[in-house]
Protein backbone atom coordinates (compact mmCIF):
# COMPACT_ATOMS: atom_id res chain seq x y z
CA UNK A 1 0.00 0.00 0.00
CA UNK A 2 1.19 3.56 -0.14
CA UNK A 3 2.53 5.23 2.68
CA UNK A 4 2.77 8.93 3.67
CA UNK A 5 5.60 9.75 1.44
CA UNK A 6 3.98 8.17 -1.61
CA UNK A 7 0.84 10.28 -1.31
CA UNK A 8 2.69 13.57 -0.64
CA UNK A 9 5.10 12.79 -3.68
CA UNK A 10 1.49 11.85 -5.60
CA UNK A 11 0.17 15.49 -4.68
CA UNK A 12 2.89 17.41 -6.18
CA UNK A 13 2.24 15.42 -9.63
CA UNK A 14 -1.54 15.98 -9.25
CA UNK A 15 -2.77 19.46 -8.92
CA UNK A 16 -5.44 18.82 -6.23
CA UNK A 17 -6.49 16.15 -3.32
CA UNK A 18 -9.43 15.62 -5.07
CA UNK A 19 -7.50 14.46 -8.69
CA UNK A 20 -5.13 12.45 -6.32
CA UNK A 21 -8.25 11.03 -4.32
CA UNK A 22 -9.99 9.72 -7.61
CA UNK A 23 -6.83 8.74 -9.17
CA UNK A 24 -6.49 6.43 -6.05
CA UNK A 25 -9.61 5.53 -6.01
CA UNK A 26 -9.16 4.36 -9.88
CA UNK A 27 -6.48 2.31 -8.15
CA UNK A 28 -8.47 0.70 -5.80
CA UNK A 29 -10.97 -0.35 -8.07
CA UNK A 30 -8.48 -2.02 -10.52
CA UNK A 31 -6.67 -3.43 -7.61
CA UNK A 32 -9.77 -4.92 -6.00
CA UNK A 33 -10.87 -6.29 -9.63
CA UNK A 34 -7.78 -8.36 -10.62
CA UNK A 35 -8.18 -9.32 -6.63
CA UNK A 36 -11.12 -10.78 -7.74
CA UNK A 37 -10.51 -12.18 -11.33
CA UNK A 38 -7.77 -14.13 -9.11
CA UNK A 39 -9.98 -15.61 -6.61
CA UNK A 40 -11.88 -17.02 -9.48
CA UNK A 41 -9.47 -18.62 -11.06
CA UNK A 42 -7.91 -20.22 -7.92
CA UNK A 43 -11.66 -20.98 -6.96
CA UNK A 44 -12.31 -22.80 -10.02
CA UNK A 45 -8.63 -24.56 -9.60
CA UNK A 46 -9.58 -25.73 -6.42
CA UNK A 47 -12.39 -27.09 -7.35
CA UNK A 48 -10.81 -29.13 -10.29
CA UNK A 49 -8.83 -30.56 -8.11
CA UNK A 50 -11.39 -31.72 -5.52
CA UNK A 51 -13.65 -33.06 -8.38
CA UNK A 52 -10.46 -35.16 -9.43
CA UNK A 53 -9.63 -36.23 -5.44
CA UNK A 54 -13.24 -37.43 -5.68
CA UNK A 55 -13.11 -39.60 -9.00
CA UNK A 56 -9.93 -41.44 -7.70
CA UNK A 57 -11.64 -41.74 -4.35
CA UNK A 58 -14.71 -43.65 -6.67
CA UNK A 59 -12.31 -45.48 -8.84
CA UNK A 60 -10.41 -47.08 -6.52
CA UNK A 61 -13.60 -48.16 -4.72
CA UNK A 62 -14.54 -49.60 -8.02
CA UNK A 63 -11.28 -50.71 -8.74
CA UNK A 64 -11.08 -52.55 -5.46
CA UNK A 65 -14.21 -54.45 -5.73
CA UNK A 66 -13.39 -55.32 -9.16
CA UNK A 67 -10.49 -56.96 -7.60
CA UNK A 68 -12.21 -59.12 -4.77
CA UNK A 69 -14.43 -60.22 -7.84
CA UNK A 70 -11.71 -61.69 -9.57
CA UNK A 71 -10.23 -63.14 -7.37
CA UNK A 72 -13.45 -64.67 -5.84
CA UNK A 73 -13.76 -66.23 -9.67
CA UNK A 74 -10.07 -67.37 -9.58
CA UNK A 75 -10.03 -69.51 -6.68
Given at each position: ?????DV?????????????????????????????????????????????????????????E??????????
Amino acid sequence: MLNQNDVKLLEKIFIGKDDLRKELEKLDRKAADRHSKLFDLVDGLAKEIRDSREFRIIISHQLDEVRGRLDTLES
